[in-house]
């Protein structure tokens, strides 16, 4: 907001200087008075040391009365013949109205250089000469009476001829509000608001190259989770990317501003995957499942707009999901194998970008958060195959009057690019607030003029890079101050290639500063060591599943852009919901791996000397497994073997949504139980899963007892047939006996010897024909035998767990 002024009163012109003296004399005559003939004023008398008393706050007066908003100032950088207009409001933040009020412009002299421009911008108090002089009062503007608390708009206009400016350089210039209030009857300066003009209105012969970074970054939305149809269809964490996609969203108006400006565009490829995978079907996290997205027209349109607008300009790739290089360099590099998801990174960018832009991007630059290095962050940058770092001069520092060519090696083939901090903080902040959106680009255009006349003989190269996310309204205030440099007065584009090309300044600082000076706050907002520990688990854990897969592009592609995700520079000052995205990922590749698993058995009876144990592996997946190998193990050889050993093994493929039995041999030696252990491993050696463990209850039939059993049945044979034998010859005896008692009765035709009874029928009843014969000599298709013989002691496999009490093949 306005600063206002300090000093009560300024001289405008010999008849306002008459006035204004005539008021402070009448305003001093009391005083006089009283100090020459009036009674003397009792001493004020001190608080006692026990009952300070606080001062009450200061009322909005005098200095203090008018605060002064700048909303607009056009052109940004006049020219000849071109009228300056300035408009704003006015808030009367005193007790008292304000009469007789008028804005006037104030010019102030030239600035000397960049950092007279800083103390002028941090100036508060209002002083006479500092703040110049007032234009023509005929350009003053009358304002009505300011009542306490109420706003006024207005609108001041200047020919540009008319501010009596100089030579070539930067002016400061001061929207004023004079008048006075009942308490203070005389004129004087209530407010001021200042802002600068940069004054080249004729084109240099040298001017200085001018590089704009314009980063499309954002944060992490895509998850590691993919559906299991073909297309393998992306789940999204929420819908917050279509509204920063959007025409008014963030990301949109990047690409709308960007497309009409010179700039160099420095991309995650990441975006740009996110942003194809929503162009197609697409699911979003709700609750514990997810909703079909609905938003693909605006990711198709959005791609549409960067293709054409990166047409014909340079495009650098960072490292795909753009990883936090200082975390890597101060944490990562503790955990083994954190490096080499920075070369996974740089290898994927390329090929995303050129994939959906249709462009072949740069992959040459690595750009550390803010700017800041040190010489482990470098090491790690140039690790990957970058030989180009963008810093910033707050951070490589020069001990230089003037403003060294960004581009400078520091050592090893690598590059320094030094983005000029000034420039590249320019419109941090909140730039919603019209007033400090105009007062921002008023001072790059400043910062960007005194540039130039440092040195004005020796041609130079400047490079502005701002923060990775702009908001929509620094966005738009980025754009406005690279829209009024386009007449190339002083300062002409080129690429971020050309710059990192220029040719380096003899006397610039080439000394990459020591880890020690890395700034503390930055280093606060790192990943920790646990972070990357917890990478390198779900890495192991994905390329231990991978291997037994035969489409491993089904799980690595989206699992391995997801752990790069989880070093990306966007979590920094979010631990939270950074540890809540790993453990999100680990959890999803979990369940994978534990859809390749062994079935539980429990207690097996081996009633046998050899017989066979099955073992069962499921596979959920909706892909073969292959490169598995499952061995079986016994906890006592003596008395069960496998395969003549302790341990066999079998090697094993199963087709997806199915499971596959695997039959072990077993050679029982002695009875009692044996407890079994089944696991999987990966033909390289590596466990895979969980051991399944289950118990064999060996009960052996020994020769001893065979012998007892075969005695004990001949027993019972013997028994038998003497038995039937004595039941025999009873039944002979009770014919003879009945005959001698009854009288024999008239001859028949029945032959002698046999007996009037009806006989038995041996092969069936009349009328029921006999079972037909099988061709192989069985009844109904069955082995011949005795029919008491057992049948079969196996039955068909089954998929199923094994039940309490399962008995092995013999």
Do not use: C
């Not at 490589?396 to 320094?416: F, M, N, V």
């Not at 994978?592 to 009876?605: A, F, G, M, Y």
């Not at 499971?659 to 491993?681: H, I, P």
């Amino acid at each position: 907001m306005a600063e206002a002024a300090d000093f009560q009163g300024t001289a405008l012109s010999p008849a306002r200087r008459w006035l204004r003296r005539t008021a402070v004399l009448l305003a001093l005559a009391p005083l006089t008075t009283g100090l020459l003939g009036g009674p003397a004023a009792a001493p004020a008398q001190a608080a006692p040391p026990s009952a300070p008393q606080a001062a009450p706050p200061a009322a909005a007066s005098g200095s203090r009365t008018i605060d002064v908003s700048l909303d607009t100032f056009a052109p940004a950088a006049p020219g000849k013949g071109d009228t300056l207009t300035i408009t704003g409001t006015v808030l009367n933040k005193g007790k008292q109205s304000v009469t007789d009020a008028e804005l006037e412009l104030r010019v102030g002299p030239a600035l000397s250089g960049r950092s007279s421009i800083d103390r002028a911008s941090e100036r508060t108090g209002f002083h006479e000469g500092a703040d110049g002089t007032p234009v023509d009062d005929s350009f003053d503007v009358k304002l009505p009476k300011l009542v306490s608390g109420i706003s006024q708009d207005f609108s001041l206009s200047v020919p540009v001829d008319e501010l009596d400016l100089g030579d070539d350089g930067v002016y400061q210039l001061g929207v004023a509000v004079a008048g006075q209030t009942p308490d203070e009857p005389f004129r004087q300066v209530l407010g001021i608001e200042r802002t600068f003009l940069p004054w080249q209105p004729d084109e240099r012969e040298k001017k200085t190259q001018l590089t704009y970074v314009w980063p499309l970054i954002s944060t992490t939305h895509l998850t590691s989770e993919t559906g299991s149809d073909e297309q393998q269809t992306p789940v999204f964490e929420d819908e917050s990317l279509a509204q920063e996609l959007a025409p008014e969203g963030r990301l949109g108006q990047m690409v709308a501003l960007g497309k009409d400006l010179p700039v160099t565009w420095v991309i995650d490829p990441d975006l740009l995957a996110t942003v194809d995978a929503m162009t197609g079907n697409y699911r979003v996290k709700s609750g514990s499942g997810t909703v079909a997205g609905r938003h693909q027209a605006v990711a198709k349109q959005w791609i549409a707009s960067v293709q054409q607008a990166v047409e014909g300009d340079k495009v650098v790739a960072l490292p795909f999901a753009d990883p936090d290089l200082a975390s890597l360099a101060h944490r990562g590099r503790k955990v083994s194998g954190s490096l080499l998801h920075l070369q996974q990174a740089t290898q994927v960018a390329s090929v995303t970008v050129e994939t959906v832009l249709h462009q072949k991007p740069s992959t040459d630059f690595a750009w550390p958060v803010d700017g800041a290095i040190d010489s482990s962050i470098v090491h790690v940058a140039t690790s990957a195959g970058a030989d180009k770092v963008i810093t910033r001069s707050d951070s490589l520092r020069d001990s230089l009057d003037y403003t060294a060519t960004a581009a400078r090696p520091i050592g090893g083939g690598t590059t320094a690019v030094v983005a000029d901090a000034r420039l590249s903080k320019a419109f941090q902040g909140d730039m919603l607030d019209s007033e400090r959106s105009t007062l921002a680009v008023q001072e790059f255009l400043a910062q960007s003029l005194a540039v130039t006349l440092q040195a004005p003989e020796n041609q130079r190269s400047v490079v502005v890079a701002p923060q990775r996310m702009p908001s929509v309204s620094q966005a738009q205030s980025m754009a406005r101050a690279m829209t009024a440099l386009t007449e190339q007065r002083w300062a002409e584009p080129v690429d971020l290639i050309a710059a990192a090309g220029a040719k380096p300044d003899p006397d610039s600082n080439r000394q990459v500063p020591a880890s020690s000076r890395y700034p503390a706050q930055l280093r606060k907002q790192e990943l920790s060591v646990r972070a990357f520990q917890d990478i390198r688990t779900t890495q192991s854990a994905l390329d231990k599943f991978k291997v037994i897969l035969t489409a491993p592009d089904r799980v690595e592609t989206p699992f391995g852009r997801a752990i790069d995700r989880e070093m990306s520079t966007s979590w920094r000052g979010n631990p939270t919901a950074a540890h809540a995205y790993r453990a999100d990922v680990r959890g999803n590749l979990q369940k994978l791996t534990e859809e390749v698993q062994l079935i539980d058995k429990s207690q097996v009876t081996l009633s046998g000397r050899s017989a066979t144990i099955p073992v069962t592996v499921s596979n959920r997946l909706v892909q073969e497994v292959d490169n598995l190998v499952l061995r079986l193990s016994s906890d006592n050889q003596a008395r069960l073997s496998l395969d003549d050993k302790g341990v066999a093994e079998r090697p094993i493929t199963v087709q997806g949504g199915h499971s596959q039995s695997v039959k072990f041999n077993a050679l029982a030696n002695a009875n009692g139980q044996v407890r079994m252990t089944a696991q999987l491993y990966t033909e390289d050696g590596k466990a895979y899963g969980e051991k399944m463990q289950f118990t064999v209850k060996v009960s052996e039939i020994t020769p001893t007892v065979m012998l007892v059993i075969a005695g004990g049945v001949l027993l019972l044979v013997l028994a038998g047939v003497r038995m039937y034998t004595q039941r025999k010859r009873a039944a002979a005896k009770e014919p003879t006996e009945q005959t001698e008692q009854v009288e024999p009765t008239a001859s028949t035709d029945t032959p002698a010897g046999e007996s009037a009874d009806t006989p038995a029928v041996a092969d069936g009843a009349p009328g029921e024909p006999s079972a037909p014969a099988a061709p192989d000599g069985g009844v109904n298709g069955s082995v011949p035998g005795h029919p008491s013989d057992p049948g079969p002691d196996t039955g068909p496999e089954s998929g199923n767990p094994s039940g309490t009490g399962e008995k092995v093949d013999r």
